[in-house]
């Protein structure tokens, strides 16, 4: 499942990123890492934003990006 799959207010584990080296780095940067719990807060309409809270802090990730990561829900 992508985390623009999983419904808003679930938690998921991240399982993989399914993109270039540029991408995978700029997310551990943000920190999303692999087997991170996360919350998804909210999915924008028309492909907006995908807005999950990490460690008590939120951050927007373009939808496009977001289809890119594989959650497991929890």
Excluded: C, W, Y
Excluded at 19 to 34: D, Q, T
Excluded at 40 to 53: A, E, I, L, M, T
């Amino acid at each position: 499942m992508t985390l623009t799959e999983l419904e808003s207010g679930k938690q998921a584990r991240v399982i993989a990123f399914n993109g270039g080296p540029n991408m995978i780095k700029r997310l551990e940067n943000l920190g999303l890492l692999r087997g991170k719990t996360i919350k998804k807060v909210s999915n924008n309409p028309f492909k907006g934003p995908v807005v999950v809270k990490i460690d008590q802090i939120e951050l927007a990730i373009g939808h496009r990006m977001a289809s890119r990561i594989t959650v497991e829900p929890i």
